[in-house]
């Protein structure tokens, strides 16, 4: 019962994480006005509004004018109930609990805002970073930088919520240092934007969540993760010939070979690398105990 209990309020959060995905990128209230079709501007009955299960049995459109509603809402909706099981599987009914499932509903956000509209809301970035340090007083990353460097510099061991604050600004302050190091590199080796500061800040609120470790696991995964799908994608591109006919007529202006031009132009599509940091932070937070240990284990 308590895991049907919590998978149902996953759904519902989930549904008003939905609201925030489509309308902070707008600037706009995620209050008010209640939800409706963007076309014909119906308000959605409430019965229409279950998650889930409204958009199943809607057929995936709007009652009114038929306009095709996103799968996006569904999906959203049950990964944010799963989720939502998953840290109660993992931390029970902790302040732990809490503190991972506020950092679950900030990367689902970001996460598929960034995948939609290339963009990574400070207004999101900003409150998260805070609500970071926060938590962090109170349930510390499992990390012991600020424990070590206090031993180290100060030969003592601050309070327990002093420490977990000092872990916070530490990840935070390595994470995005970190992230705007590899993007400076980036630009100066191909000479064009490779991501953009809202990666940064992203970096910023998981590292006050997370602590150095973590937030050096998120990029290293992201990165990872990023690299994998973004070459296999541009090979899927190239092999189903995509922008053929631009690259066919680049080459009759003696640019160069047809299929050299149409893999140069597949390597110019672009990935949203907040995208991938989210799903790494999710896999560091869901991981955290064996990923860490195994990895730190190997490069001591």
């Not at 509209?117 to 998260?128: A, E, F, S």
């Not at 012991?144 to 100060?154: E, F, H, I, K």
């Amino acid at each position: 019962m308590v895991i049907a209990f919590i998978f149902v309020l996953g759904l519902v959060i989930g549904s008003f994480l939905n609201v925030c995905i489509l309308r902070i990128p707008e600037d706009l209230s995620i209050v008010a006005p209640g939800s409706r079709c963007p076309r014909c501007e119906t308000p959605i009955q409430w019965y229409d509004n279950v998650p889930v299960l409204g958009w199943l049995w809607l057929n995936g459109k709007c009652r009114t004018c038929s306009l095709p509603i996103s799968p996006m809402y569904p999906l959203v909706e049950l990964t944010t109930g799963l989720l939502f099981v998953l840290c109660y599987l993992e931390f029970g009914l902790t302040q732990a609990a809490v503190k991972w499932l506020f950092f679950t509903c900030l990367i689902i956000v970001l996460t598929i805002t960034d995948l939609r509209v290339r963009m990574l809301p400070d207004v999101v970035n900003w409150p998260g970073f805070a609500a970071g340090l926060f938590f962090s007083a109170f349930v510390p990353p499992n990390d012991g930088s600020a424990a070590y460097l206090c031993t180290t510099l100060l030969h003592r061991i601050p309070p327990r919520p002093v420490e977990g604050l000092l872990d916070g600004l530490l990840g935070a302050a390595f994470g995005s240092f970190l992230l705007w190091a590899v993007a400076a590199i980036y630009k100066r080796v191909r000479g064009r934007e490779g991501m953009g500061m809202g990666d940064v800040k992203m970096m910023a609120m998981v590292g006050a969540f997370l602590g150095v470790r973590g937030a050096f696991l998120t990029i290293l995964l992201g990165t990872l993760l990023g690299t994998v799908v973004g070459m296999t994608i541009i090979v899927i591109l190239y092999i189903a010939g995509w922008h053929r006919k631009l690259a066919e007529r680049a080459s009759r202006r003696g640019l160069g070979a047809v299929n050299a031009l149409r893999w140069a132009i597949a390597t110019q599509y672009q990935l949203p690398l907040g995208t991938f940091l989210g799903i790494a932070a999710l896999l560091v937070v869901y991981l955290d105990a064996e990923l860490v240990k195994r990895f730190f284990s190997v490069m001591t």
